[in-house]
């Protein structure tokens, strides 16, 4: 992704999210070292809106312990085992919602109760 998209999805989708969610400020945004994450201009406009929110920092070269990530993967390999293929773009964002719609919360539990270990493990 580059970094002007990215910039877009933070300030249209993002911004507004965390006013309402956080209308105090306190916030914290998560996002690790992508390229289109550190580049100048999304950099630049974090620091813009730090009185609304505050971006975590993430070390060089650490793992990535978001648990999306962990889902991410899930919904792929459930993606990747449908047949046929999606055919297009339209049919892909449906899947991805019905098996996003469908996933154990039992899952996304012990992943959220694996961060103390996983953390700890860092």
């Known amino acids: 992704m580059k970094a002007a998209n990215y910039l877009n999805i933070i300030a249209d989708q993002l911004h507004p999210y965390m006013a309402f969610v956080f209308p105090t400020g306190n916030g914290i945004f998560q996002q690790h070292n992508s390229p289109c994450h550190k580049a100048r201009i999304v950099l630049e406009w974090f620091e813009e809106h730090t009185d609304e929110f505050h971006l ?19 919904m792929e390999s459930q993606i990747r085992a449908q047949t046929p293929p999606c055919p297009n773009i339209s049919t892909l964002c449906d899947r991805c919602l019905d098996i996003w719609y469908n996933l154990s919360p039992v899952m ?15």
């Open 108 to 122: 996304c539990q012990k992943l959220v109760a694996s961060m103390p270990r996983r953390v700890a493990a860092d």
């Open 56 to 74: 975590m920092s993430w070390p060089p070269n650490s793992p990535d312990l978001n648990p999306m990530e962990n889902i991410r993967d899930v």
